[in-house]
């Protein structure tokens, strides 16, 4: 894939001296899992704010490593699923009653509208941004505040979450603190995002740290890493203390696209190492294309996230493995520029063949997935330019039809290619000889082989059932309009 979709990060550190400089490294950790925005709030007795639009790297100076002062803090990577990107809607975001609440969250509320209007009409709460995390903080901070106490018990912050159980729907992983109270996280009743926390031991009391990923807890050198649970709060209250408690008892779903391309390889989701499941992905696949007798000459990785995958398939096949597709890496991410013309061209620009690896030759290009197939269409056809004889295709993940609702920018649904297609007319469709998908049922597979006591996933954007069970055609509808609008002001950006 590449970059048609993505999602955010989130990292946040109860410490015992300035943490900006943790939380930048552990932000640049998880820079892939969104290059929009980022933000970083520190508090110590004060919140301290900075949020921009583009890299971590590029945000943050010196200045701010001086000005956000602070042992507690939170940090956020975004990549808009709601909103345009505008700046107001760059995380974390704030209130100042009760208490002073910071918050940060990864994923999307399905029912942003209508909280909207209730937390209006009920609570005279007006919410600014186009980020559902302002729903979620508020109707968060709206719970606490009806429970009108001074020092807050962690039964009280429970109870507060419950309340974002029962109204919020969608899929979330939240990081907040409270301020001179505690520090909080928790994940969606169905825990479809990722969350993990892990401590540092340090003089009299530890340090803990929450993040979307274990990569950033590791590079942060947090140890004794452990996963929220889904529909688990976790709560740290002033003196350290750890309370956790699961309220919320549904089928645990984690979004299966992690595994396939969202995590970093040396991440663990849910216990799973994702560079495993890449390879034992690769495994797979290679024995789905053993069945269709191709003769392939070479394998070629789509670069980066293909590699590990077609490294695996290239070795089970006994076939010749060759990274003939040279990534330019510091070119803009091709969905800035949604039409197909402006895709074409940045196609070439970011990818680079090596001639003498595909001419005359059978080639088996292997990818993560294939959305629109526009960029799969555009690298068919710059590998055909080289002189290949024959072009497959091969993607580690199924046929991708439906939308997520859960915080993947994964296009409308009329855009995808394998939408009422089979792989015979997804090739005709990207000019492939070939086309060759992993099934569901062996990518779950493959992530159970890494934890078996994970029964159930969201695998939504390929069967279309949405474990959440309460996305309506009218909140399918809304979302399609909303990533429209969203496509529309991206191309009017890349026209200026
Ligand atoms: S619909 Fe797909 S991308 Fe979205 S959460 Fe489910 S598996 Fe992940």
């Known amino acids: 894939m590449s970059g048609e979709s993505n999602m955010c990060g989130i990292v946040g550190i109860y410490g015992n001296e300035d943490v900006f400089k943790d939380l930048h490294q552990g932000l640049l950790a998880i820079q892939h899992r969104g290059q929009d925005s980022a933000g970083i709030i520190t508090y110590d007795g004060r919140f301290h704010t900075k949020k921009g639009n583009g890299l971590v790297q590029d945000i943050f100076t010196a200045e701010h490593a001086l000005r956000l002062r602070g042992n507690i803090g939170l940090g956020h990577t975004r990549y808009p699923t709601v909103g345009g990107g505008r700046g107001e809607d760059a995380q974390p975001f704030l209130v100042n009653s009760p208490f002073g609440i910071m918050m940060a969250h990864n994923g999307n509320v399905i029912n942003y509208a209508q909280l909207k209007k209730f937390l209006f009409d009920k609570h005279h709460r007006l919410l600014n941004s186009d980020n559902d995390v302002e729903a979620i903080l508020n109707i ?58 892990g401590k540092r031991e340090e003089g009299r009391s530890p ?8 990569v950033s807890l590791n590079i ?10 889904a529909g688990q709060v976790l709560f740290i209250d002033r003196n350290r203390r750890i309370h956790t408690r699961k309220i919320a008892h549904c089928p645990h779903t984690p979004c299966l696209f992690e595994w396939v391309y969202f995590a970093r390889p040396d991440s663990f989701i849910d216990n799973v190492n994702v560079y495993d499941c890449r390879v034992h992905l690769g495994s797979f696949l290679a024995d789905e294309i053993k069945k269709q007798n191709l003769k392939i000459d070479v394998v070629v990785p789509v670069p ?48 680079n063949p090596i001639t003498s690896e595909l001419v005359g030759k059978n080639v088996l290009l292997v990818d993560d997935s294939i959305v629109r197939g526009n960029t799969s269409k555009a690298i068919i056809q710059l590998v055909r330019e080289c002189g290949a004889k024959k072009v497959y295709f091969a993607a580690y993940s199924p046929p991708l039809r439906f939308p ?6 994964m296009q409308t649904k009329t855009e995808f290619v394998a939408r009422g297609a089979d792989p015979d007319q997804v090739a005709e469709k990207i000019g492939a000889d070939k086309v060759i998908y992993q099934s569901l049922e062996s990518l779950k597979k493959v992530v ?17 059932i949405y474990p959440t069970g309460d996305v309506t055609p009218e909140i399918l509808e809304a979302i399609e309009k909303d990533r429209k609008a969203a496509q529309e002001r991206q191309l009017e950006l890349s026209i200026q």
């Open 140 to 197: 968060f901070a709206q719970e606490l505040a009806e429970q009108k106490t001074k020092a807050l018990k962690p039964q009280a912050v429970i109870k507060a979450v419950e309340g974002v159980f029962q109204k919020v729907k969608g899929g979330y992983s939240v990081v907040a603190y409270i301020a001179e109270q505690g520090f909080v996280a928790f994940r969606d009743p169905y825990g479809i995002k990722p969350l993990v926390y």
């Open 207 to 214: 340090s803990y740290a929450i993040a979307s990923e274990s």
């Open 220 to 229: 942060m050198n947090f140890a004794d890493i452990k996963n929220v649970e």
């Open 304 to 351: 980066d996230s293909a590699r590990d995958a077609a490294i695996e398939i290239a070795r089970k096949l006994n076939l010749k493995y060759r990274e003939a597709l040279v990534k330019n890496r510091y070119i803009g991410r091709t969905f800035i520029m949604p039409a197909d013309q402006a895709r074409k061209t940045s196609v070439r620009h970011k990818l």
């Open 404 to 409: 997520c609702v859960y915080g993947i920018d």
């Open 448 to 464: 159970q082989l890494g934890n078996k006591k994970l029964e159930d996933f969201c695998g939504a954007c390929f069967d279309g």
